[in-house]
């Protein structure tokens, strides 16, 4: 399903909307198109209409600090699905870089996604004293790299608002 980019009235982006939704908001004259999809218009009985790619918004919309909440999907996703010790995509589960029996929280930087087997090999210890080496370092997402990574592959017009 194609994926319209939603830009505030600043050209910051705000989200990430289905085709339909963006639409209307443009024929409501919500929103104004940025970049559309020459090639591939909206056709309807009466009248052939640009399909939005980026869309900005006529009224600048106040939106406090969007934090990206912490869940076992979120790890997940900010990881790739992939182990991050051997690289696998099977058997997937949550690590504490730091054990929990040692002080470790439930943080952004502490938890990494990762394979049955490399967590009971990594047993109760840091990597570092089990030996394996993180193909990842654990960080705290932005909303941004988020609103990135939604729609899998990147379209090129979303890059230069998404700071990239």
Request: proline share 7%; hydrophobic share 30%.
């Given at each position: 399903m194609d994926k319209v980019l939603v830009l505030n009235n600043d050209y910051t982006p705000l989200n990430v909307t289905t085709l339909k939704r963006g639409f209307k908001l443009v024929y409501k004259g919500k929103a104004e198109i940025v970049y559309s999809d020459?090639?591939?218009?909206?056709?309807?009985?009466?009248?052939?209409?640009?399909?939005?790619?980026?869309?900005?918004?006529?009224?600048?919309?106040?939106?406090?600090y969007k934090k990206v909440p912490l869940s076992r999907y979120n790890i997940f996703r900010r990881d790739g699905h992939k182990c991050v010790y051997c690289g696998t995509n099977k058997n997937l589960t949550i690590d504490h870089v730091l054990p929990k029996s040692r002080?470790?929280?439930?943080?952004?930087?502490?938890?990494?996604?990762?394979?049955?087997?490399?967590?009971?090999?990594?047993?109760?210890?840091?990597?570092?004293?089990?030996?394996?080496?993180?193909?990842?370092?654990?960080?705290?997402?932005?909303?941004?790299?988020?609103?990135?990574?939604?729609?899998?592959?990147?379209?090129?017009?979303?890059?230069?608002?998404?700071m990239i």
């Open positions: 020459e090639t591939n218009p909206i056709v309807s009985s009466f009248k052939n209409f640009n399909r939005p790619s980026v869309i900005r918004l006529m009224r600048f919309i106040y939106t406090p002080g470790g929280d439930n943080t952004w930087k502490n938890l990494v996604t990762c394979c049955g087997i490399c967590n009971l090999k990594k047993d109760d210890r840091t990597p570092e004293e089990a030996g394996m080496d993180l193909i990842k370092k654990p960080f705290t997402p932005t909303y941004i790299q988020f609103i990135e990574r939604m729609n899998g592959e990147l379209k090129e017009e979303w890059k230069q608002f998404l």
